[in-house]
C-alpha cells in the first residue's frame, strides 16, 4: 500500500487493528448487554461497533499526547475505509491484522448472540418480552437470513462454551436471577440435542420460530433429495447451497467431536430407537457405537466447580502473559542502544516472515496449526516487535528516551 494515500500513520492503524481484537476477544456479553432481556442483531453489532469506536479513539489519544504532529478522529476513520477498500493494494501486515480484527468481531458477534438469546431462553414465560418471530403465514425463510443463521452458528463452533456445552451440558451462560430459570429438560439432553437448542436460539436471533424455520430449512434443502416435494426456490443458488453444505459438515464435526469427547454414553439403541440429528442433517439418524443409553447431566455443585476452574485457569493465563510481556520489556530495555538496535532488527524479521508464511496459507486447520506451533525463542521475537510498536505509539511515533548505560 501506498502510504501517501493514509492520513495517519501506519502504526496507528495497526495499533488499532490490534487492541480491537483484543478488546472484541475479551468481551464480556453480560457487562456489555446490561439488564436488557430483548436484542436485536443490529443491537449486537451497535455494541461491538462501539468498542471499536473506542478502541480508535483511544489509539488516537495516545498518538496524539506525545506527537507534534497530532491526527483527528476523523482522519484516523478515513485511513481505516482506504485500508479496508475493496482491491486496495494492503500491506502484509496490516491485512492480517484487519483479518484478525474481523474474525475476533465475528466471534464477538456469535456469543454476544448467544448469551442473549440463551438468557431470554431461560427466562420464565410470563417475563419474557414480547417479540415478533416470522412464522408460516409470514412467508419463506429468505436468503439472507439463511446465510445469517448459517455464519453465526459457525462462529458459534469456535466458542470454548458453546463446545464445552455440547460436550457436557454445561450451560454457556450462567443464567441466574429473578425470572430466570434452568429448564428442567437439560439434564436429559445429548450433544444432537444440545446443538439443536443452539440452532434454535440462532432461529429465534434471525427472526424465526425454530419449529417453522426447521420446517423450511427441510423444504428448502432436504424434501426434494429425500423425493417428496418439488425443488425450491433456491435449488439453483449454487452459493448458497455450497455454503449450507459447509455448514451441514461443520455441525456433524463439532457433535462427532462432543460425542467423542464427552464422558457420557450418548446412545439411545437400548430404548429402541435412534437420535434424529434434526440440527444437523435433518434427513440422516445418528447412532453411538457404544450401544448403552446412561446419560449423565452434571449437578449443580459440579457445574460451579468447572467454572470456578474455568475462571482460576483464565486468571492463571491472564498473569502468566502479562509476566512474560514484563519480562521481555525489561530485557529490552535493559540492553545498550546496538544490541537493543539489532535485537529489535530481528524482531521485525521475525514478524515479517511470520506473516509471510501465515497469508501463504489458507484460512483454518493448516493456519492454526502453523500459528499455534511457534517455538519459544520465536514468540519472544513476535512480543519484542509487539511491544516495541505500542510504545512507538503510545509514545506517538517516536522511540522512548532511555538513560545511557555506563
Request: charge should be negative.
Given at each position: 500500500m501506498d502510504e501517501n494515500k493514509l492520513?495517519?500513520?501506519r502504526e496507528v492503524i495497526s495499533s488499532f487493528f490490534n487492541k480491537s481484537t483484543s478488546e472484541l476477544m475479551g468481551m464480556k456479553p453480560e457487562l456489555v448487554h446490561g439488564d436488557s432481556k430483548l436484542l436485536s442483531l443490529g443491537d449486537h453489532r451497535q455494541s461491538l461497533l462501539q468498542i471499536q469506536i473506542e478502541q480508535l479513539k483511544r489509539v488516537v489519544e495516545e498518538y496524539n499526547i506525545n506527537s507534534s504532529n497530532p491526527i483527528t478522529l476523523e482522519e484516523a476513520q478515513t485511513s481505516l475505509k482506504i485500508v479496508g477498500l475493496?482491491?486496495?493494494?494492503?500491506?502484509?501486515?496490516?491485512?492480517?491484522?484487519?483479518?484478525?480484527?474481523?474474525?475476533?468481531?465475528?466471534l464477538a458477534f456469535a456469543k454476544s448472540v448467544v448469551h442473549a438469546e440463551w438468557i431470554y431462553d431461560c427466562l420464565e414465560e410470563e417475563k419474557?418480552?414480547?417479540?415478533?418471530?416470522?412464522k408460516e403465514k409470514d412467508g419463506r425463510f429468505q436468503r439472507d437470513d439463511i446465510m445469517e443463521f448459517c455464519a453465526l452458528c459457525l462462529a458459534a463452533m469456535h466458542l470454548t462454551e458453546v463446545l464445552n456445552y455440547l460436550q457436557t451440558g454445561f450451560p454457556p451462560v450462567r443464567a441466574s436471577g429473578e425470572g430466570?430459570?434452568?429448564?428442567?429438560?437439560?439434564?436429559?439432553?445429548?450433544?444432537?440435542e444440545r446443538m439443536e437448542r443452539i440452532h434454535n436460539l440462532i432461529f429465534r436471533?434471525?427472526?424465526?420460530?425454530?419449529?417453522?424455520?426447521?420446517?423450511e430449512i427441510k423444504r428448502i434443502f432436504f424434501d426434494f433429495q429425500m423425493g417428496s416435494g418439488a425443488p425450491s426456490e433456491h435449488a439453483g443458488d449454487t452459493e448458497l447451497n455450497?455454503?449450507?453444505a459447509f455448514f451441514v459438515a461443520k455441525m456433524g464435526e463439532a457433535v462427532t467431536n462432543a460425542n467423542l469427547g464427552g464422558t457420557s454414553h450418548l446412545s439411545d439403541v437400548d430404548s429402541g430407537g435412534v437420535t434424529r440429528v434434526v440440527?444437523?442433517?435433518?434427513?440422516?439418524?445418528?447412532v453411538d457405537g457404544d450401544g448403552t443409553n446412561a446419560v449423565g447431566a452434571p449437578s449443580e455443585s459440579i457445574m460451579q466447580e468447572q467454572e470456578d476452574v474455568r475462571q482460576q485457569e483464565q486468571i492463571a493465563q491472564a498473569k502468566q502473559a502479562a509476566d512474560l510481556q514484563q519480562s521481555i520489556l525489561h530485557d529490552l530495555l535493559s540492553l545498550d542502544?546496538?544490541?537493543?538496535?539489532?535485537?529489535?532488527?530481528?524482531a521485525k524479521e521475525a514478524h515479517e516472515n511470520f506473516i509471510k508464511r501465515a497469508l501463504e496459507l489458507e484460512p483454518g486447520p493448516e493456519r492454526i496449526e502453523f500459528m499455534t506451533s511457534i517455538d519459544e525463542a520465536t514468540q519472544r521475537k513476535l512480543l519484542q516487535y509487539k511491544l516495541w510498536e505500542n510504545i512507538l505509539v503510545q509514545n506517538g511515533g517516536a522511540p522512548p528516551t532511555l538513560q545511557k548505560h555506563n
Open positions: 492520513s495517519v500513520p475493496p482491491g486496495e493494494e494492503t500491506d502484509e501486515e496490516l491485512k492480517l491484522a484487519m483479518e484478525s480484527m474481523n474474525q475476533a468481531a465475528r419474557r418480552p414480547i417479540r415478533v418471530l416470522k430466570l430459570s434452568l429448564d428442567p429438560a437439560e439434564k436429559g439432553r445429548i450433544p444432537p436471533a434471525v427472526g424465526y420460530e425454530p419449529k417453522y424455520a426447521t420446517e455450497e455454503r449450507f440440527s444437523v442433517s435433518y434427513s440422516e439418524k445418528f542502544d546496538a544490541e537493543r538496535e539489532e535485537a529489535l532488527i530481528q
